[in-house]
């Protein structure tokens, strides 16, 4: 006769091993919150044995405020919908530290909705808790780099407004003083260098204003515009003439036909004429010709400045109206590089759109405006 071999059910062993073979801690505890059994990972981080937590509260192994809460809220919150998700407490572990743990809980109901247990699960919330931590601080410095930043802003625009103010008007009144001596009696070296003087005041004011413009235009405040239906041939034929006499060896040619009213503001599209020219003849051939074109039709208002020299280089293109960009010229000639990108947001306020082409033939930039007022604004 042959004895009979005990019956091993495979799936509970596997479900014993699981239990206990995990990262996670489980704990199965009566309606009262009393611990019926507590797997050996969630009994290892208390610091005591299965059999030691067996008749314990639950919320003995809580931290004060963890212990709190869960008599408060999550007793009743389980009586009312029966579970919680992803609840963080912390645990009293071994050695007197607390282990940050995600909780879930779920009861387990008899057919007249009494309860039988609750099952609770424990993960490990170190790595998150440190995460948001992380996130929190992150949060605080960029809360502070704003406030810097805002701070600073505000000390910018400070102190663009004086040195707009401080620096305009002794300019003005150097230049008033240096029109004065040039028309006295001087001979013709001391008129030149009154005349040079008088070029650099321009020139300074010039960069005055362009600093002006640029940190209006970077400060959220925009290029303002005086938009209105204008005749902008002469605007144009003025700044060519100008820059003629300010360029006495050059040649400018002008073509110029705008038999229409161009809806823009003149002051600013005269500066925008007169950065481009004088980009072309500083950067151009100082041997060749620097061209002007002005045309409309029903839809566009065009002009284009080119000139004749070394095409500028591919990979420069793309960067060339980005501010305190500057071409390769020679240190005397440089200014700031605010002019081309001061040009680009004036065209942009307008609605329209300043473009460059460059070859061996010609480097040129052409503005292009929509004619119609309502999309130029």
């Given at each position: 006769?042959?004895?009979?071999?005990?019956?091993?059910?495979?799936?509970?062993?596997?479900?014993?091993?699981f239990?206990e073979?995990t990262?996670?801690?489980?704990?199965?505890?009566?309606?009262?919150?009393?611990?019926?059994r507590?797997?050996?990972?969630?009994?290892?981080?208390?610091g005591?044995?299965?059999?030691?937590?067996?008749?314990s509260?639950?919320?003995?192994?809580?931290?004060i405020?963890g212990?709190?809460?869960?008599?408060t809220?999550l007793?009743?919150?389980l009586?009312?919908?029966?579970?919680?998700?992803?609840?963080?407490?912390?645990?009293?572990?071994?050695?007197?530290?607390r282990?940050p743990?995600?909780?879930?809980?779920?009861?387990?109901?008899?057919?007249?909705?009494t309860?039988?247990?609750?099952?609770f699960?424990?993960?490990?919330?170190a790595?998150?808790?440190?995460?948001?931590?992380?996130?929190?601080?992150?949060?605080?410095r960029a809360?502070?780099?704003?406030?810097?930043?805002?701070?600073?802003?505000?000390?910018?625009?400070?102190?663009?407004?004086?040195?707009?103010?401080?620096?305009?008007?002794?300019l003005?009144?150097?230049?008033?003083?240096?029109?004065?001596i040039?028309?006295?009696?001087?001979?013709?070296?001391?008129?030149?260098?009154?005349?040079?003087?008088?070029a650099?005041?321009?020139?300074?004011?010039?960069?005055?204003?362009?600093?002006m413009?640029?940190?209006?235009?970077?400060?959220?405040?925009?290029?303002?515009?005086?938009m209105?239906?204008?005749?902008?041939?002469?605007?144009?034929?003025?700044?060519?003439?100008?820059?003629?006499i300010?360029?006495?060896?050059?040649?400018?040619?002008?073509?110029?036909?705008?038999?229409?009213r161009?809806?823009?503001?003149p002051?600013?599209?005269?500066?925008?004429?007169?950065?481009?020219?004088?980009?072309?003849?500083?950067h151009?051939?100082?041997?060749?010709?620097?061209?002007?074109?002005a045309?409309?039709?029903?839809?566009?208002?065009?002009?284009?400045?080119?000139?004749?020299?070394?095409?500028?280089?591919?990979?420069?293109?793309?960067?060339?109206?980005?501010?305190?960009?500057?071409?390769?010229?020679?240190a005397?000639?440089?200014?700031?590089?605010?002019?081309l990108?001061?040009?680009?947001?004036?065209?942009?306020?307008?609605?329209?759109?300043l473009?460059v082409?460059?070859?061996?033939m010609?480097?040129?930039?052409?503005?292009?405006?929509?004619?119609?007022?309502?999309?130029?604004?």
């Amino acid at each position: 006769m042959t004895s009979q071999q005990p019956h091993h059910d495979p799936l509970a062993h596997d479900f014993e091993d699981f239990f206990e073979r995990t990262l996670n801690g489980y704990v199965t505890a009566s309606p009262a919150g009393i611990i019926v059994r507590a797997n050996g990972v969630f009994a290892q981080w208390v610091g005591k044995t299965p059999d030691e937590l067996a008749g314990s509260k639950l919320s003995d192994v809580l931290s004060i405020a963890g212990k709190v809460y869960y008599e408060t809220h999550l007793r009743p919150l389980l009586k009312m919908q029966g579970s919680f998700e992803e609840v963080a407490l912390e645990l009293l572990v071994k050695n007197g530290g607390r282990k940050p743990v995600i909780t879930n809980a779920l009861e387990r109901r008899n057919d007249d909705g009494t309860t039988r247990f609750i099952r609770f699960s424990f993960i490990p919330a170190a790595d998150r808790k440190k995460y948001e931590e992380n996130l929190r601080a992150e949060r605080a410095r960029a809360d502070r780099t704003l406030s810097e930043e805002q701070e600073t802003s505000a000390l910018r625009e400070q102190f663009i407004a004086v040195l707009g103010h401080d620096l305009r008007n002794p300019l003005a009144s150097l230049d008033s003083a240096f029109r004065l001596i040039s028309k006295a009696n001087l001979d013709d070296h001391s008129k030149q260098i009154a005349e040079l003087a008088r070029a650099s005041i321009t020139r300074m004011a010039g960069l005055i204003d362009n600093v002006m413009d640029f940190a209006r235009g970077r400060l959220g405040g925009g290029i303002p515009l005086d938009m209105r239906q204008v005749d902008i041939e002469p605007v144009i034929l003025q700044v060519v003439d100008e820059l003629r006499i300010a360029n006495p060896m050059r040649t400018i040619e002008s073509d110029v036909n705008l038999p229409t009213r161009v809806d823009c503001d003149p002051g600013r599209l005269g500066q925008v004429v007169s950065n481009l020219l004088a980009n072309a003849l500083v950067h151009g051939d100082h041997a060749g010709i620097v061209r002007l074109n002005a045309s409309q039709s029903i839809d566009d208002f065009v002009l284009w400045v080119a000139n004749s020299g070394r095409p500028i280089p591919t990979e420069i293109l793309g960067s060339l109206f980005e501010p305190f960009h500057r071409e390769d010229a020679r240190a005397s000639q440089r200014g700031l590089g605010l002019g081309l990108y001061i040009s680009s947001e004036i065209v942009k306020e307008h609605g329209g759109v300043l473009s460059v082409t460059s070859d061996e033939m010609e480097t040129r930039f052409t503005v292009t405006l929509p004619m119609s007022s309502n999309s130029a604004r």
